[in-house]
């Protein structure tokens, strides 16, 4: 069996294997923490064992209900934030078309609503939604933040008016509390089709849960091959030996270079398709350790496009950066560089070569320019871009952010300062339950 | 005449206004080292005058030569990297509606190429092609760049099997060098349409040259409006006194932080139509500062939906941030928030306000929380979102980035570390006349 690879041999001049073999005893005993639920933030390690413990019949469930949310729509808008849908939409995305909604396809388009709160935004949604045939997945564990509830409250209305209130039950579902909370009792009250969000899985963490695996499944996506591929990861992490376990070795390799005064990373892909892994990635690592006024900086590229625009600072700007790669070893689809015989463009050298070739050697290149410039580098490659090797890097991303919290000595799994905005948002807006805190928020302005 | 404004107050917790103040005779002085070109990198110094110096019959031509356009074609492809690209892109997004491709447009689809070799992308952007309308526009100064030049032959080849020959003339337009390189030789031979990429104008600051322009007028946009704006700013620029000079004091306040070790810059929106401003920002900024080992290390996030993801750090992280965030005034559609007699969601206490009166009470809230977790925070604001205060916030920042790379002691107009991915890259690809490189780089691997 093959699995995704890291390779931090491109580090090693910058930390010595020395000091990344250091953390070996350490990033084992934190892996144990982890499964068994010891260490902090216990309360929220669920997603540590979920691959293995996912049903077939959870599963078939939920490609059941996609499958009949198919036949009615034409448009799924899932509504939530953060965890709620980066997940979804990194998996979507990466399987996606490029240029998705100008090709034809069998399977509903998925647009996602309920993450900012951008009037035009949800004007310009409602104006697409009059015309289609749409329903709504809808995730919130309390169904009471602020952002989803107000795009739910206008399209739920909206899907109402346009097909009625007994359609409309059949064309939403819930991802929610499996007990308490606004949205339960509204899915209940409603009848509405729900899948539970565990207790014990935070929204970084679930994009192996409903509120990942539904919306990737109404896109068309193999979700039982992103499960085996978590689960191969899994089983592959749990007994490998610390030089060839990529979670455990990724780890102590960005703690190394963190120590060494390396406060940034950033992530960087050669397939734009991957752009939104970056974005899931950078919620998962900023949330779990940026706190207690440390944790490593997360930023993303993709490339070869950025290397003209952040490509002259990755190079030459301070350098307190490392970059990590995320590279597929074989495209999907094949287009071959044409002869020309003019051959103004002076590109004949390359006629006949398949474009991922040159595509490859533009990151080799890189990569040795960025380590030449002062950059570490570390590289993650996926055999091919399908559902089974992005669900062995999404579990291996997790699992190597629980040790590498835990190396940090942080709680991986808590996000306190989320609270902040929130607070003072409330405040500002007078909401019932803030009078006090509005008298003295409305002081200070 | 109401301008965009900026607003540092929220920074004079961090640096005192005297140490923003120190820097304003050299910001001034650096003002005019700009407008005289004496500077450094003073061969690149076009885009200052340039706002004034766009005639009313080059912006008829543009004009004309989108509308010929339009009249042939539904989708243009702009094959481009780097400044070749981002600029328009950044316009173009900040103008679409937000689900551009799903809703009714007079006006043909944007598409980009060339930024990235991607096969699988280059392969999915021909399928479809295949079945569309569509013309091309190639922006590139010597016609050899290896990413648009790749594309560039792929989708020549393909839009002459299309439509044939003699067609494709008409559907092609070359922005380039006003006489030599492989694209002006092309170009004549074929009897293309061209524009002139100036020797003076770096690829960073031409988006308002045709590299820009072009793309913008053809996907309907308003670009006489847009390049008022960016006039209005340059006159309101050289004559306004520092503490009312946008560019100046946003160049001074971001180096005073500098200096006290914010050493990375967030740029954040609360609209998603911005989101590709922050990318031609981190351009403009990054590959304009990061060099000799220093420069503020560009970051941007969409909010609010980035504080359920980059907001935990930003919050709580390493203290060596600082966030300078865009604001629109007012927007452009009208949503309100709907009653709702169950009131699960507990959201009766917004019913009847606007979307964005929300939206201004979340940046305000984040704002003082982001502060007082001692964060820095400079804000922009620009009272509607159209052509003219884009326009205004475009030259404002470019102005701002020469003078701040001035205050840094870099030459703002260059970028050599760019340089060197490509010599590996060619080296490893065996391309002509890189024979010795590629011996060398191959004893390497």
């Known amino acids: 069996m093959e699995h995704i690879k890291l390779d931090i041999e491109k580090s090693l001049g910058f930390v010595t294997k020395k000091e990344v073999f250091k953390f070996e005893e350490e990033s084992k005993k934190h892996l144990i923490s982890l499964q068994k639920g010891t260490g902090k933030g216990n309360d929220y390690v669920g997603w540590v064992e979920l691959p293995s413990q996912i049903s077939e019949k959870d599963l078939n469930d939920l490609e059941a209900t996609a499958n009949s949310l198919k036949e009615r729509i034409e448009v799924l808008v899932v509504i939530g934030i953060g965890g709620s849908y980066l997940g979804a939409k990194a998996v979507n995305d990466a399987l996606a078309n490029n240029f998705d909604h100008l090709s034809p396809n069998e399977n509903p388009i998925v647009l996602y609503a309920g993450q900012n709160i951008s009037e035009d935004y949800l004007f310009e949604l409602m104006q697409v939604l009059k015309e289609v045939e749409f329903g709504i997945c809808v995730i919130s564990k309390s169904g009471t933040t602020t952002e989803p509830a107000i795009a739910f409250r206008l399209l739920k209305e909206l899907l109402e008016k346009n097909v009625g209130k007994e359609e409309a039950r059949e064309r939403i579902v819930a991802i929610t509390d499996e007990s308490k909370g606004a949205l339960r009792s509204l899915a209940e009250q409603e009848n509405y089709k729900t899948f539970v969000i565990s207790d014990n899985v935070g929204g970084r963490y679930s994009v192996l849960t409903p509120v990942g695996l539904l919306p990737i499944a109404v896109a068309g996506h193999n979700i039982k091959e992103l499960v085996k591929g978590a689960q191969s990861m899994q089983n592959y992490s749990v007994a490998a030996a610390f030089d060839e376990n990529p979670a455990l070795l990724y780890a102590a390799t960005r703690n190394a270079l963190y120590a060494k005064g390396k406060g940034i990373e950033i992530l960087a892909n050669y397939n734009p ?173």
């Not at 970059?323 to 071959?336: D, G, K, P, Y």
């Open 273 to 445: 398709k991957l752009h939104n892994i970056g974005e899931w990635w950078k919620q998962l690592y900023g949330e779990s350790e940026g706190k207690e006024n440390k944790g490593i900086f997360p930023a993303s590229v993709d490339l070869t496009s950025d290397l003209h625009s952040m490509g002259q600072y990755i190079q030459e700007g301070q350098r307190n950066i490392f970059e990590t790669v995320i590279s597929i070893a074989q495209s999907n689809h094949s287009v071959l560089i044409p002869e020309d015989k003019n051959n103004l463009d002076k590109l004949n050298y390359l006629a006949g070569k398949h474009v991922d070739q040159v595509n490859k050697m533009a990151e080799l290149g890189t990569q040795l320019a960025h380590v030449d410039g002062g950059v570490p580098n570390l590289r993650i490659e996926l055999p091919r871009l399908n559902e089974f090797y992005l669900g062995e890097l999404l579990y291996f991303f997790e699992l190597a952010c629980g040790v590498s919290g835990y190396i940090l000595d942080v709680n991986p799994f808590d996000q306190p300062g989320v609270e902040a905005y929130k607070s003072n948002m409330f405040a500002l807006l007078e909401k019932p339950g803030f009078e006090e805190a509005s008298k003295k928020i409305k002081e200070r302005l």
